[in-house]
T-cell receptor, first 118, second 113 residues
Framework: GAVVSQHPSWVICKSGTSVKIECRSL??????MFWYRQFPKQSLMLMAT?????????EQGVEKDKFLINHASLTLSTLTVTSAHPEDSSFYIC??????????????FGEGSWLTVV | RKEVEQDPGPFNVPEGATVAFNCTYS??????FFWYRQDCRKEPKLLMS???SGNEDGRFTAQLNRASQYISLLIRDSKLSDSATYLC??????????????FGTGTSLTVIP
């Protein structure tokens, strides 16, 4: 099946620094990728929709200047958490839409990135 | 009203039991439907797509009811390894906004020995 790779899996950073998370579709071209955040024992929360070659669409309440999303190619989207604070510590997951699937627009998830801000 | 609604559970069932989850969606133009499984501290993984005619994969059966706008997932002969959170995902194309995927909040299942 299709594979989406996310890196890094784990990252610990100091408060005030920026962290970049990469999401790659390995065997299909993803015109659309999605970024989510999930706190422990809570459901996935969509942060933004990333469209290749255009600006990301952010969900209500998500600060676009804090969570910078870049989708410069059909196989790579990046999320940069700027000026990270402890409350940004969470599990960040990306997903990518495979338009080639016969089932129709199936999405596949990256392995997720655990961010801890100290 | 949420685009997709799911009973969060938790569902605690004994091994061997049959359990069913439902998920309702609000957009009648929704086109594609999926069930994902998410284990604790892991990413969601595609369990099965849901086709109009219903589909089965081993102990798992998925069904779509367009008239009532819900999808269901039936798990027969539950195993301990089925313990996870099950997410329903609906793909719709709202007018003027392009493809959208909507997630349920997930239903937690624990299979008890």
């Amino acid at each position: 099946g299709a594979v989406v790779s996310q890196h890094p899996s784990w990252v610990i950073c100091k408060s005030g620094t920026s962290v970049k998370i990469e999401c790659r579709s390995l065997d299909f071209q993803a015109t659309t990728m999605f970024w989510y955040r999930q706190f422990p024992k809570q459901s996935l929360m969509l942060m933004a929709t990333s469209n290749e070659g255009s600006k990301a669409t952010y969900e209500q309440g998500v600060e676009k200047d804090k969570f910078l999303i870049n989708h410069a190619s059909l196989t790579l989207s990046t999320l940069t958490v700027t000026s990270a604070h402890p409350e940004d510590s969470s599990f960040y997951i990306c997903s990518a839409r495979d338009p080639g699937e016969l089932a129709g627009n199936t999405i596949y998830f990256g392995e997720g990135s655990w961010l801890t801000v100290v | 009203r949420k685009e997709v609604e799911q009973d969060p559970g938790p569902f605690n069932v004994p091994e061997g039991a049959t359990v069913a989850f439902n998920c309702t969606y609000s957009n009648s133009a929704s086109q594609s439907f999926f069930w994902y499984r998410q284990d604790c501290r892991k990413e969601p993984k595609l369990l099965m797509s849901v086709y109009s005619s219903g589909n089965e994969d081993g102990r798992f059966t998925a069904q779509l009811n367009r008239a009532s706008q819900y999808i269901s997932l039936l798990i027969r002969d539950s195993k301990l390894s089925d313990s996870a959170t099950y997410l329903c995902v609906v793909n719709a194309v709202p007018t003027g906004t392009g493809n959208q995927f909507y997630f349920g909040t997930g239903t937690s299942l624990t299979v008890i020995p």
